[in-house]
């Protein structure tokens, strides 16, 4: 397989791949690539967090002791920094690559924010173990997670004047998308979703006197539906496969939508709504290694803190200042806008935004000042940021990995496009750099801002 | 400087002789009209509550419908013999009394959207509902009229699809120092200097260059020009009240813009609903007071209006959760010194007629307003925005 292509497939269906890594996969064929980085996510592990006076209370009898719980609640509130940071780690550090790309998707695609750890974690944890599995199973058991009950009221929902939001929100944003269903279908749709609840320790319960359990009639079909029977429908509209191909389409490959590619993915995905075979799919596909789906994506800020972790690792010491940072840049992990998720693409960069994404590296690694001919940095250089961010970094696993690059290789590594040919002429023009300071030099172009 | 003098003395000096596809339709533009007024636009979003925001206290269907919900007599500011403010709207009571506020009931559009997304799209293009359209109406302006990417400011996290155009859009502006420090670096400089290459402009790499050059001139611009002025009000501390402190420093310090923009989020109250609404009612109506009072005392009150809309409406009916499901026509809010009709521009809502959803049922097209305020207050044709004529309503 050839490198550019491995970095390709690496950047899109994972968190990138150092030089000598990707070097190592040059001898397999692209099938062989695939089938490993998918298998490698085989077992997928949760990622959980201590919280051992909440097993406690659950490991006895929790009935009616409501307050108690809403105690522990606050008391743990705290471990979000916590549960935030090692979910980053997790992405850079993690065997299961693959898997965790996929649930960073679905985390945007059924969208929840919980405020109660507890819950919140176990959600994320039901992402990873379905994030690779049959949609029709998955989609079923995120309507009864008791983060998504909360969030979109279907805890609320009862029989005679039913709450329509999460009936809403399933055929619009999770499976159908707008204009593939009628209101009528909504109000149909809520009316099976009714009486739904979960207990205080999340395990989910049908109140029978608060379900609806008369005829209703769905999309054609009628009967006394439940919940799992509208998904049961939903699937069997091929708008469904449609309308997740798509946007797995615009998010693993191109936000401007080829519709023989998107129409590719539905008839396979159609067929069994096995998501890890889809994915095969996509990966194995010429086009997906097309000029023009390569280095064309804008990243997201979590894909922007991922890659320049790629080139020099680096660690915040200090939490809250990794929080601060996912927020800047407007994407703090466990605070998503709304739940349709964040729109991505052109919608990351504004003039305020952008700016901070470009000094993002200097600041981190250098002495917040980005290697220029300029009289400023030559001034500045020697002497070290006095900023407020306590990261430690890692150059010596950049001078590893990339110390010895010739200039076009370094720039193939770093940057998904390449670089422009004008940005290539300032390189050529501009010298007596070191390495590091070159990949600061990159690291603050526009084209590092695509993947 | 205009948007075309700063690339002429910018480091892309030599690039005139390619000139990048973005800057060609600037030669076939209009200049702004002189004496352009300034609009500040504001979105409730997630779809406010009208009902319990202008409050139909006469009607027994509204307490019919709403038996926990509906507001109460004594937190009802009454405005006229139907309808009063929620008692947290008290600071617009004030407005109200002094002609400096039209109420225009039941506004919305033919075949309502009841998606937040779509409709606020709908909202923010001056789409029909059946129509998709990927510019937003103060885009279209810039467009058309804009010389500069200030021309039409978000003060907020990211630019909203109504400030987005074709060739120019509107600049995301939050923190004018920080924004003004990591734009000096020289490094910057050093690259524009080298990128010349007419075809960036077409795909995102030219998006990217293109945000770069706006975002240097914008910072420059604003960070000079507000530095020296302050608001000494008290906004309250919130976020809501923060952007609009900053909207009253940009505007008492005489910025060029002609448009902004901010949003107050949380309105999508599908339950218990009471406590967070008459919240955000609070903080709506604290921010925007203070904003007037803040412009008063510095003389540009009489050249700002003020829009303040909502995605849609909510549902007549409570639902069980003691919240209200999203709906279709609302109201609207203008404020401002100049207003042909102040006070109620319009009947109240009429709960006997509703559409088979149980919602309100539109009287005004939101894009008659939008038309008024482009013909009268920006002083361009509203359907150069627009793209066609909607009935005439004259709110400025």
């Keep these: 397989m050839k490198l550019q292509d491995i970095y390709h497939l690496y950047r899109r269906a994972a968190f990138g791949i150092t030089p000598s890594d990707a070097l190592k996969l040059t001898s397999l064929t692209r099938e062989e690539v695939v089938d490993r980085l998918i298998d490698e996510s085989e077992e997928v592990s949760p990622l959980n967090l201590d919280m051992p006076d909440i097993d406690e209370f659950f490991a006895g009898d929790f009935q009616g002791r409501i307050k108690e719980f809403e105690k522990l609640i606050r008391k743990n509130a705290e471990k979000h920094l916590i549960y935030n940071a090692a979910w980053l780690g997790r992405l850079v550090s993690s065997k299961e690559a693959f898997n965790e790309r996929m649930t960073l998707f679905w985390t945007n695609h059924f969208v929840v924010g919980d405020q109660v750890l507890y819950y919140s974690v176990r959600y994320r944890n039901m992402l990873r173990r379905y994030a690779l599995g049959d949609f029709r199973q998955f989609t079923k058991a995120v309507g009864k997670a008791p983060s998504m009950m909360k969030y979109l009221n279907t805890n609320q929902n009862v029989k005679g004047q039913p709450n329509e939001n999460y009936a809403r929100e399933l055929l619009e944003l999770f499976t159908l998308g707008e204009g593939n269903y009628s209101e009528e279908d909504i109000k149909e749709a809520a009316r099976a979703f009714t009486g739904w609840g979960s207990m205080m320790d999340g395990s989910f319960i049908l109140n029978r006197k608060q379900h609806d359990f008369g005829e209703k009639e769905f999309m054609g079909w009628s009967g006394d539906l439940d919940g799992d029977d509208i998904v049961n429908i939903i699937c069997k509209e091929k708008a469904c496969a449609s309308f997740i191909c798509e946007k797995l389409y615009r998010y693993f490959v191109n936000t401007d939508v080829n519709r023989n590619h998107v129409e590719a993915m539905a008839a396979r995905f159609y067929k069994d709504y096995d998501i890890k075979e889809l994915m095969r799919f996509v990966f194995t596909s010429n086009w997906f290694y097309d000029e023009v789906n390569i280095g064309n994506k804008i990243k997201s800020p979590i894909d922007l803190l991922t890659s320049i972790y790629r080139v020099v690792p680096f660690e915040f010491e200090d939490q809250r200042q990794q929080l601060f940072v996912q927020r800047l840049l407007g994407q703090s992990m466990l605070e998503p806008p709304n739940v349709a998720g964040w729109p991505g693409g052109r919608s990351w960069i504004n003039s305020h935004t952008l700016m901070i994404r470009l000094k993002l590296a200097s600041v981190f690694l250098g002495n917040g000042m980005i290697p220029s001919d300029s009289i400023q940095y030559k001034v500045a250089s020697g002497r070290t940021f006095g900023g407020k961010f306590k990261i430690s970094k890692n150059w010596e696993s950049f001078d590893r990995q990339y110390g010895k690059l010739e200039p076009e290789a370094l720039f193939e590594a770093i940057c998904a496009t390449g670089i422009t040919k004008d940005s290539a002429k300032m390189f050529a023009e501009s010298n007596g750099f070191t390495q590091r300071e070159r990949s600061l030099q990159l690291m603050s172009l526009p084209e590092f801002q695509l993947t | 400087m205009k948007r075309r003098d700063f690339i002429k003395n ?181 690259l524009l200097s080298y990128h010349q290459d007419p075809h960036l402009s077409e795909h995102n790499m030219g998006y990217l260059y293109q945000t770069m050059i706006d975002a240097k001139q914008t910072a420059n611009y604003i960070y000079e020009k507000t530095k020296v002025v302050e608001s000494r009000f008290d906004y309250g501390g919130t976020e809501f009240g923060k952007q609009m402190q900053t909207l009253a420093q940009f505007i008492n310090s005489r910025l060029d813009t002609k448009i902004y923009f901010a949003s107050l989020n949380g309105f999508d109250t599908h339950a218990g609903q009471s406590g967070k609404h008459e919240n955000l009612l609070k903080i709506y109506a604290e921010g925007v007071s203070t904003l007037v009072k803040d412009l008063k005392a510095n003389g540009t009150f009489k050249d700002t209006l003020i829009l303040t809309f909502s995605e849609f409406g909510r549902r007549v009916a409570q639902n069980a959760a003691l919240g209200t499901d999203h709906g279709a026509a609302n109201n609207v809010f203008v404020i401002g010194k100049h207003l042909r009709r102040p006070g109620f521009y319009n009947q109240a809502p009429d709960l006997t007629r509703l559409d088979k959803n149980g919602d309100l049922v539109y009287e005004i097209d939101f894009r008659s307003i939008y038309s008024n305020i482009a013909d009268s207050w920006l002083n361009v044709p509203g359907e150069s925005l627009l793209g066609e004529e909607f009935e005439r309503i004259q709110l400025v």
């Design chain 2, 10 to 190: 910018s480091a892309l000096a030599s690039s005139l002789f390619f000139v990048p596809g973005f800057l060609k339709a600037m030669d076939a533009q209009l200049a702004i009209p002189e004496g352009v007024k300034r609009l500040v636009i504001i979105q409730l979003a997630g779809g406010n509550d009208g009902l319990n925001t202008v409050v139909p206290f006469r009607n027994d269907i509204y307490y019919r419908e709403r038996p926990s919900i509906a507001i109460r007599r004594k937190n009802i500011v009454q405005l006229n013999d139907e309808l009063g403010f929620h008692a947290n709207l008290i600071p617009l009571k004030v407005l109200y009394d002094n002609g400096e506020l039209t109420v225009i009931n039941n506004v919305g559009y033919p075949n309502p959207n009841r998606s937040h997304f779509r409709s606020s799209d709908i909202w923010h293009t001056g789409s029909a509902s059946n129509e998709v359209l990927n510019e937003g109406w103060v885009g279209r302006f810039l467009d058309q009229y804009g010389e500069n990417p200030y021309d039409a400011v978000e003060v907020g996290d990211s630019l909203s699809l109504m400030l987005k155009g074709k060739n120019n859009n509107g600049t995301v502006v939050k923190d004018t120092a920080m924004l003004n420090k990591v734009t000096g670096d020289p490094y910057f400089d050093q």
